[in-house]
């Protein structure tokens, strides 16, 4: 079951018909260039045992949660070599930062390949998004107003502080 989180505490920008999440440079660019911010951050990140909601809007300014979703043919918009690049410079910053980034790009690579065109196009076509799933959940969910309410046992919660999706099996 593929819900919408409700009240995301942050909401990325909306991409604008025609334009490319991937302006500003490389992956690996773009990875590299957030390190100061997600450096200075680790502390505050560790504190809260989330991301920060500095280096949150600072991920999905630079589209760092799409780099596996395909281009348009079916191949992933970053090769796999700089998408593990980007992923090793985050991780030069702040290893939580790089595994929610891994979390989120994993999981968002497998729904965007599964889904049919109708699916992605909900999902992906209103700019970057971060999905999260736990491993083997045992949850529920239930209508409320702006989405869903979802209870349960999860192992780990990695990157679901940023996600406006959440893939729960019920």
């Known amino acids: ?78 090769r796999i070599p700089e998408y593990f690049e980007a992923i090793e410079a985050i991780s030069s910053a702040d290893g939580s930062a790089a595994w929610c980034m891994a979390i ?10 599964a889904m049919p065109d109708e699916g992605r196009r909900e999902i992906f076509d209103d700019g970057p998004v971060a999905m999260w799933t736990g491993l083997l959940p045992r949850a529920t969910s239930q209508p409320v107003e702006g989405g869903f309410l979802v209870s349960g046992k999860f192992g780990w919660g990695s990157g679901s502080s940023l996600a406006q999706w959440v893939l729960v099996t019920e």
């Open 104 to 113: 989120c790009n994993a999981t968002n690579f497998m729904v965007h390949r």
């Open 1 to 78: 079951v593929l819900q919408e989180a409700g009240a995301a505490r942050l909401r990325p920008r909306k991409q604008r018909k025609g334009e490319a999440m991937t302006e500003g440079g490389s992956a690996i660019e773009r990875a590299r260039s957030l390190r100061e911010l997600i450096d200075s951050e680790a502390p505050a990140s560790e504190s809260l045992g989330r991301l920060t909601d500095k280096v949150a809007a600072a991920l999905f300014e630079n589209d760092m949660f799409a780099l596996l979703l395909s281009d348009g043919k079916r191949e992933p918009a970053t």
